[in-house]
């Protein structure tokens, strides 16, 4: 958390007309991809985590850490992973030989490095490639007005040529290292640069690189800084694809940056305005406010039906690492990964759930239409008993009463969860938390199964009559006094209930009442809930459990009196 004291200064949201906007539209502006509803296939994948994500964090991760990062990276299915910027620290340097002198790198996995297009990085970049047949190298450097100005100082003929120069260097020291390696290149700030003169660059290093269909090389147009809504980035990846040489010997890649929290967007519009590849990271980690996230992205896809062609269903074992090696945090609502993202708290919320995923029991349903949740929580390694339906004093019925039954297999009638869960809402509000699973039952054991505050139950002896009546005696302790009453009555439980109420002399009315096994097998035990209305009309509600059906419907209906008799 920020200090208190950071906060002092003199802020002035007055001032807005000092910003404005930095961007370019394209001399034609085409927005025919916006008509297209969604992205139909996965598109190349590039994890920039260990470069982009790793330049980022208060502490970048050691060699172990990235080793470990790499290897979870290919585990989910990426086939392109950019390493790291080599030149930039022994680190760096040493991951990259670590990965190719230990044999780390699959046969179906490219490596990407970063450099600049600085000639003694470039040569630094290459040393440490030594050795490795295939790989992407990336080069950049900036081509915005901003950058031309005030960091380079430099003319657009002069900054193409920074870029010129990089490229035919990354050529001649493939071709002495006799390696396959394919170029990308990066007009860095590309979001704040002139939309011709950003093609024109592009352009240019194609001129230096000659690609070919069968040897591409790849355009990435970077969101460094986001300053336009998606849909003008998207017009602007429009743009650049048609007007690009030889397009089809290009891979044209994104890297959009999240300023204002359109990264996801800016991703997806670019792919339908017609990229073919996306630089992200896991959580969207990055430089300030961070990079695309990849999962929303692949989720996003997977949401839609689409094979995202990257495998994300085990979220908590990523979460860990991640958490662990980067020391940042995957935010509670942070969409598909977070804590709290298939979480719902809220009573009606969770009346649907628990109906929805009733419904899909019985119904047989092919597609995944559960209101509340977009998508199964099952398919990323999340539970529904503790990550989906979780109490506190929002909570109603429905959400309660499923908890209930799928974790205890304690199948209430509907009344009786409607007061059970009134009286866990009351327990949360007045304890101002959450409740697990295990509150809730201990709740429900204390409150209504087998209450013996006044009456417990010894035994009872009933005979079925002729008429099929039932007459006996009913052995109780009342107060700790033991005492035997007369019985009878249309059932063994009615013959209890009128026993009761004639030794207490009390009434009630309305017994309803339901069971069921709580176990199959020998050892099984019954759980029965009755409930009984006093002469003021309240209904009071009462469980009992035993391995006999019959005790455990009159503990039922003792539980109710006894809770009856303590609210009277
Ligand atoms: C948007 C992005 O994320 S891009 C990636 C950014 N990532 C990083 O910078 C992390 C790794 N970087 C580093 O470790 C260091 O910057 C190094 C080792 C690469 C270079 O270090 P140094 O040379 O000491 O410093 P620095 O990066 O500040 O260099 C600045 C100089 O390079 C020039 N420069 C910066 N980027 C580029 C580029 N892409 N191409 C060509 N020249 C460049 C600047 O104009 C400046 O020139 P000047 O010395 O004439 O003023
Ligand atoms: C090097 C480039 C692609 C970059 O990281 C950016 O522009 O954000």
Known sequence: MLSKTRWEGNFNMKNYSKYQKGYFMPPKVDMSWAQKEYVEKAPIWCSVDLRDGNQALIIPMSLDEKVEFFKMLVKIGFKEIEVGFPAASETEYDFLRKLVEEDLIPEDVTIQVLTQAREHIINKTFEALAGVKKAIVHVYNSTSVAQREQVFKKSKTEIKQIAVE?????????????????FEYSPESFTG??????????????????????????????????????????????????NMKCRDSVVISLHPHNDRGCGVADSEMGLLAGADRIEGTLFGNGERT????????????????????????NMPELIELYERVTRMQVYARQPYSGELVFAAFSGSHQDAIAKGM?????????????????????????????????????????????????????????????????????????????????????????????????????????????????????????????????????????????????YLGIQYSHLTYSEHALEIGSTSRAMAYISITGDDGKVIWGAGMDTDIITASVKALFSAINRMIAVK
């Open 193 to 242: 640069t002139e939309i011709e003169f950003a093609l024109e660059v592009c352009n240019a290093v194609i001129d230096v690189w000659q690609p070919t269909p069968d040897k591409k090389v790849i355009m990435n147009l970077p969101v460094t800084v986001a300053m336009s809504m998606p849909h003008v980035y998207a017009a602007q990846i429009a743009y650049m694809s048609q």
């Open 290 to 313: 961070g990079n695309a996230d990849i999962i929303t992205i692949a989720m996003n896809m997977f949401a839609l039906g689409v094979d995202p062609k990257l495998d994300f269903s």
């Open 358 to 502: 009733n419904w899909r029991k019985t119904e047989d349903s092919k597609h995944w239409t559960v209101p509340y949740l977009l998508i199964d929580p099952n398919d990323v390694g999340r539970e529904y008993d503790g990550d989906v339906i979780r109490i506190n004093s929002q909570s109603g019925k429905g959400g309660v009463g499923y908890l209930m039954e799928q974790k205890y297999g304690l199948d209430m009638p509907k009344k009786m969860r409607e007061n059970f869960s009134y009286r866990v809402k009351s327990v949360s509000d007045h304890k101002h938390q959450e409740l697990l699973p295990d509150d809730l039952y201990s709740i429900f054991r204390d409150e209504y199964v087998n209450v013996e505050t006044k009456i417990k139950l010894i035994d009872f002896i009933l005979k079925k009559e002729p008429d099929g009546s039932r007459k006996g005696a009913v052995h109780l302790e009342v107060d700790r006094k033991e005492v035997v009453c007369e019985a009878v009555g249309n059932g063994r439980l009615d013959a209890v209930s009128n026993a009761v109420q004639g």
């Open 166 to 182: 990089g490229a035919k260097l990354l050529k001649t020291l493939t071709e002495k290292a006799g390696a396959d390696y394919q």
